[in-house]
DNA sequence: ATCTAAAAATAAACACCGTTTAGTAATTTT
DNA sequence: AAAATTACTAAACGGTGTTTATTTTTAGAT
């Protein structure tokens, strides 16, 4: 009588399936690739079947958000070796852009487009968790800081915030390649890296001031 | 014989009227409502035509990118009253805040979105002139500030992009719904622009130390 | 084994999109 | 008035997300 249970399988199996496709076409050829009818063409399916597992493509797309944000908390797991909590910020950062600028699509999935938000708008507390369990990996990093006796005076909610739109606006600029208005901007790729790294360098060396 | 005048200014006439609509659709509809085709029947003309007078719907986009750029450039003019540098450093965040969070989608058309930029890439020293002021708008009050003896042993190069990153995240952030991770969200424009304040107070302050 | 009801998959259509091509209509020049 | 140029468009191509009606497959009961 394990019919039930086989069926339930399958059907996750196959919801599996689409979003390997989905995730496939993204990496392999961009955002705009992701289109119900190659998902389908890729799995041997009509299009149609895709809409027996999926409400719509937002909610396609809001899968592979999730799995995008189990990456970066990846890139932030080496993290726990910096003992020091400023060291261990600082490191946070450029984690954080080493996962924008290596992933430059999965960074514009999570933080960039509009539509996985909107899938979510409603019921936000049981689905931006990802979010917010990043966002307190930050969070936790600055409280610390403080406890050290840096950053004093500062509200550590407004400050961790005020860091993630530092980093966050870097990455963005860079990926959407917003930054080419540096002159010696020959190699590109190269320069917007010179360009986000030296930035970097600057907000460093702010926030060190900041430790009195 | 001015004829060959006549027709100059009607297809400058039609540029326009296409330009019009495109950005009346952009205004009233959002950038998904920007398509050959409803310019063209907003302007009763056949779609095709309208490829007379644009090589494709991205030149169309970037002529929009101008304009926005232009009512940026407008936003900072009221900044020429604030003489103390430093002041109108602090102000330029608040007129940038502003304009971002009062036309979120020609924000989006400025700095998000790729495709204008794309229309760029090659002739970037004609095309990217009015990045270019505005940006140069930001370095030299920098510049001001470090000249009256802020921020000293700092790049001014770096330290602009490194306030422009900031305010950028924190806006683009801010209109991409990203910000919702703050729990107490009930009526979510005013928490988020609550948040964006909030966090750009904090910036100050974190600006203000650096005077020293 | 057969019939039936439920479940799964699909073909085909709808309403869009950007863009191109080939042909028509209007205008200017000769 | 005829020829040449310019302005315009109908129709098609290949794409998109999504829905509806229909068919195929599967499961359970007789």
Known sequence: MGVKERKERDKVEMRDKILQSAQHLFLAKGFDQISIRNIAEAIEYSPATIYLYF???NEIIHALH???FRLLVRHFE???KFTDPFERLIEMGNAYIKFATNNP???????VRTEPMKHITNRLDEE???GDRAFDVLFQTVSQCQQSGHFKGLDTQNLSMMIWSFIHGLCSLGISNHITHVKEARDKKLVVDAVMAST????QTVMERLKA
Chains 1, 2 share one sequence.
């Open 55 to 57: 409400k719509d493509k």
């Open 66 to 68: 999730l799995d995008g």
């Open 78 to 80: 080496p993290l726990v």
């Open 105 to 111: 699509g999965v960074y514009e999935l999570l933080f």
């Open 128 to 130: 931006w968790k990802e």
């Open 200 to 203: 970097y360098q600057t907000f």
